[in-house]
């Protein structure tokens, strides 16, 4: 069982790997390499993981850690902080161009009253 028919480029990973459509095929392929020398030297993939990137599931020879993140679920993450402050942001301009109306406002009816008053108009 050769693979390579279901190889892909990650983005998350930033290297090509083996792509399964369901986590049965994944662990199927684990279950057949695993007694298979020719694979790859020292690679030895012991589970599968879904990836949000490929929407698919990739073997790792690395063990489980549910504290790490993807890098595409911390790409995710900092696009919706960066989307959150962009908000922020234009709500703030757009606050400080309704106050500098509105001064210009005050300013223009001060003018006209001081107009007003000295001229008696
Ligand atoms: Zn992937």
């Keep these: 069982m050769k693979p390579t028919k279901c190889k892909v480029f990650c983005n998350d990973c930033n290297r090509t790997k083996m792509l399964f459509e369901t986590e049965k095929k994944a662990e199927t392929f684990?279950?057949?390499?695993?007694?298979?020398?020719?694979?790859?030297?020292?690679?030895?993939?012991?589970?599968?993981?879904?990836?949000?990137?490929?929407?698919?599931?990739?073997?790792?020879?690395?063990?489980?850690?549910?504290?790490?993140?993807?890098k595409t679920e911390l790409l995710l993450e900092r696009y919706e902080v960066?989307?959150?402050?962009?908000?922020?942001?234009?709500?703030?301009?757009?606050?400080?161009?309704?106050?500098?109306?509105?001064?210009?406002?005050e300013k223009n009816e001060r003018i006209i009253r001081e107009y007003n008053e000295k001229f008696k108009v």
């Design 30 to 70: 684990i279950k057949f390499n695993n007694d298979n020398d020719e694979f790859e030297k020292g690679y030895s993939p012991c589970r599968s993981y879904y990836c949000i990137s490929c929407c698919g599931y990739h073997v790792t020879s690395k063990p489980q850690n549910e504290n790490i993140k993807s």
């Design 82 to 105: 960066v989307k959150e402050k962009d908000r922020l942001n234009k709500e703030k301009i757009e606050q400080r161009k309704i106050e500098s109306k509105k001064r210009k406002k």
